[in-house]
């Protein structure tokens, strides 16, 4: 009851003392899309925190926030990627029942909550799932190289797989444990990787570490693709890396015209 009480204060605040103001200089981030008929955008939420509202955390509805535009549903760059998906589906219930169905903001939110978790279990069963239907794997990389001497030339993956993200035609984009991947199979993986690069990430597969923020994210996939896309055509990895970078540099700049001409 506590807790409600908290929330329902916060909500007050917000409702009836967010000032009608131009927004910052760089709020918008990144454009992810459209779903549901809303306009999903990365923000910058510390500068939300800054300039507009303190408490604003994880994603936000236009519905609760009112300095949100009608139609966006806003996600904060500060959360990892493996919460991003989680965020939009919250956001987007919640703002649906309260436009659509007249629901109260505190019912939304656990009605928004309870998707969550929902969401949660399917995603740790279908990962489990997976890892339970594979075959052992090599622990080398693409150069032979075993970070880890005292593994075994093969092993079982147990634990590493943490969400089915993507299935970009016949790749699947999969979030991975990074942490556990460094502290137990090879502590130099980075951001993300593919199966050329890793020989111990299964075919037709990328793995994408769950603690890179959700702005980096579409960025890193689209790097491994690219990366595939090369070594495909008989690129060495090194060529098809340093391909992908470049690339990535190009995406970077269109993604910042995207969100001048939205602050624009």
């Not at 806003?74 to 659509?100: G, Q, R």
């Not at 030339?153 to 993507?166: C, F, G, S």
């Not at 951001?191 to 890179?212: L, S």
Request: charge should be negative.
């Amino acid at each position: 009851m506590k807790n409600k009480i908290i929330i329902a204060l916060l909500i007050f605040i917000i409702f009836f003392s967010c000032k009608e103001e131009k927004y910052p200089i760089n709020i918008y981030r990144y454009y992810l899309g459209n779903r549901g008929n809303y306009n999903l955008w990365i923000i910058d939420g510390t500068l939300i925190r800054k300039e507009i509202f303190s408490d604003f955390i994880y994603g936000g509805n236009p519905e609760v926030y009112k300095f949100i535009p009608e139609g966006e549903i806003w996600i904060d760059n500060s959360i990892n990627c493996e919460e991003l998906e989680l965020t939009i589906l919250h956001e987007i219930n919640e703002s649906k029942l309260m436009k659509e169905h007249g629901m109260t903001y505190l019912d939304a939110h656990d009605s928004s909550l309870s998707v969550e978790l929902q969401m949660r279990k399917h995603f740790s069963e279908t990962a489990k799932r997976h890892e339970s239907l594979l075959d052992s794997v090599s622990t080398i990389d693409i150069d032979s190289i075993k970070e880890i001497s005292s593994l075994p030339d093969k092993i079982k993956l147990e634990n590493i797989y943490r969400q089915l993200y993507n299935q970009i035609d016949s790749i699947f984009v999969w979030i991975v444990d990074g942490y556990r991947i460094r502290q137990e199979l090879y502590p130099d993986f980075g951001f993300g990787g593919n199966y050329f690069e890793y020989y111990f990430i299964p075919k037709n597969e990328i793995w994408i570490d769950a603690q890179i923020s959700c702005e980096e994210l579409s960025f890193t996939i689209e790097q491994e693709l690219l990366e595939i896309n090369e070594m495909k055509k008989g690129k060495s990895y090194d060529d098809a890396y340093e391909y992908a970078r470049l690339e990535i540099i190009k995406l970077r700049k269109n993604k910042s015209f995207i969100k001048n001409y939205k602050e624009n």
